[in-house]
């Protein structure tokens, strides 16, 4: 079906089985002395056994004074590494799976707390806008140690039986930010000139050429572009023309292939596209990277489907397709598209919540990472193997959308006989709201997966019924889960919330009405107030945003701001911070400007809330009291968002 993606290929070479490689993204899943454990080997072994041809493992250290980008980061930068990685090496080539080890500094974009307290390290003292760390540049003597260091860490790799290394010069980490006008600022031999700004990633790859043997394989991972046009920035950067350069210059002095990106943290979604980016979004850098050079090129390019990765084939803009994300959120991808059994997978909806835990929780050594749709990701351990000891026993699940959803599709895997009560006609519960804002359908594939796995699954669910202890009684259940969501908050204390021109984000999205041409004031810039004011803009409506904080989108994770503050840009949308809602009147609405403790009116023509999400819990207590085995999941439990449902259903079933 897919004949160009499972044509086996060469990287050098470096025979690979297929055309699919799972690209580098980093999981915090290494023990603390950065040594590769068992939690490393399940995460990587589950995505071989799912039918991927190379593996190039999350970025790798290579320095431990001041190239620590987290704690529990895999390292080859000891020898003490080696042992642990073999053991890793010779599990995925049981698999006919080969392995890369993507050698990583990350000069000026990590931390100075995980780099003994001292400032972060760079070609110039330019620091990073994101990370905002005190920045040093290095001396000349210590950039001929890195390159030293690099050179290192591929014989070590190679002494463990990887089959190849990857430079990560992409994303403005330190190869990426030596090759950078915008960085490199130096005057000596690795700065000024485009052939002295190329000497330090020149010297690594020759350096690993003859310490490793000139048939080691070396990929670069290469940002070709740093997009830094989108910021507005007017001076010197390093963009496709020296991205295009770059990787000529790369091939002659013996790099095996190019890994296509783009962007630096300074342009973060141009590197990790929110779910508002469709797929092949990077197409027009990829070609002209193809089209430079002779050596295999490799590229993301959101891909989700098969269907794109094999077109991507077809039409010559690759000769490797990388995954990412969507290897995260389902290891069995390759497998299920060889089998023809694309409904199967489990897409990916690009809601960056892996990256937001990488921040939150890999970089500060909380934990691993965190995948929306695929709790087992990087969790593998702690969810190894579902405990088929369902027994036919029935389990009511109340509510049908996505925690109810997922619990009922492990319960049916373990063995039960789930049977989901849902009171409206359709499943899918708040996913039906939140995919109205303008390109949000991505979110739909977690309910179109469900769906088809619960059929499959031939799991009962009952529309337009509304859970009674008496109908609940009728099932005769083993065990009850309530999943029964959340309602906007409508805070009564706000005299006039009850008018009919106020309307809660729900309504807006769901249809009950709908506004074009009307003066509205949304209230409250959280995530989901900031995807309504685009819809409501979008409707030709002109929007206010009202927000008692002092600032819009104040705790909306920085991807999904900077999403939604790019895409209202060409919208005349009226921000008002430090406005508090007193009232709704008749000719609009009364706030508090706490600025200037003034009391002001201002006139709308309907309101819209966006003051959060308050559990659906009413049923709790009277189910507890009749049945012995209540759980309670999803939003009904504790607000949050898809991925908190998704997890909530799936632990809870599968601890059951």
Known sequence: MYNKLFKNGNIGKLEIKNRIIMMALATGTAKEDQTVGEDVTEYYL??????????????TRINDENGVAAKCQVSVARDEHIAPL?????????????????????????????????PVVAPSAVPCNVCKQNTRQLETVEVENLVKDFVCGAKRAQKAGVD??????????????????????????????????????KEIVLGIKNACGQDYPISVRLTVDELLNLNGFKGEYFNLNEGVKVSRELEKIGVDAINVSNGIYETFNSLSEPMTYDQGCRTPRIKAIKEAVNIPVIAVNMIKEPSFAEKMLEDGLVDFVGLGRALVADPNWVKKAAEGREEDINRCISCTFCFETLLSQVIP?????????????AHELQYKEFNKNGKGRVVAVVGAGVAGLEAARVLAIRGFKPVILEKADKIGGQINVADKP????????????????????????????????????????????????????????????????????????????????????????????????????????????IEMQDAIGKGVYIQHYLDAMDKLKKYKVNYMPSNKLLKVTDMGVKLEDTNKNEVVDYKVDYVVLSLGVKSNNEL???????FENVRIIGDAKVVGRVEGAVRSGFDAAFKL
């Open 438 to 545: 303008p390109r949000k359908e991505k979110i739909d594939w977690i309910i179109e997966y469900e769906k088809i796995q619960l059929k499959k699954l031939r799991v009962e669910i009952k529309l337009n019924t509304e859970a009674t202890v008496d109908k609940l009684k009728a099932v005769k259940p083993y065990a009850v889960f309530i999943a029964t969501g959340g309602s906007p908050v409508v805070p009564k204390s706000i005299e006039g919330v009850d008018r009919k021109n106020v309307l809660t984000i729900d309504q807006l999205l769901g249809g009950n009405i709908k506004l074009t041409n009307k003066k509205v004031a949304l209230i409250g810039s959280g995530a989901s107030g900031l995807e309504a004011a685009e819809f409501l803009c979008e409707n030709k409506n002109e929007v206010s945003i």
């Open 86 to 118: 073999k053991k890793l090496v010779d599990a995925l080539h049981k698999e006919g799976t080969k392995f890369f080890v993507q050698l990583h500094h990350p000069g000026r974009e990590t931390y100075s707390n995980l780099n003994g307290d001292k």
């Open 365 to 377: 050594n909380v934990g691993p990472i965190k995948c929306a749709v695929n709790p087992r990701a």
């Open 620 to 626: 709790v207590d009277l189910l507890k009291d009749e």
């Open 46 to 59: 589950e995505r071989a056994k799912g039918g991927v041809g190379l593996i190039i493992a999350e970025n």
């Open 164 to 201: 190849g290394v990857e430079l990560h010069a992409a994303h403005g980490y330190l190869i990426s930010q030596f090759l950078s006008p915008y960085t490199n600022r130096r005057t000596d031999k690795y700065g000024g000139s485009f052939e002295n700004r190329f000497s330090f990633v």
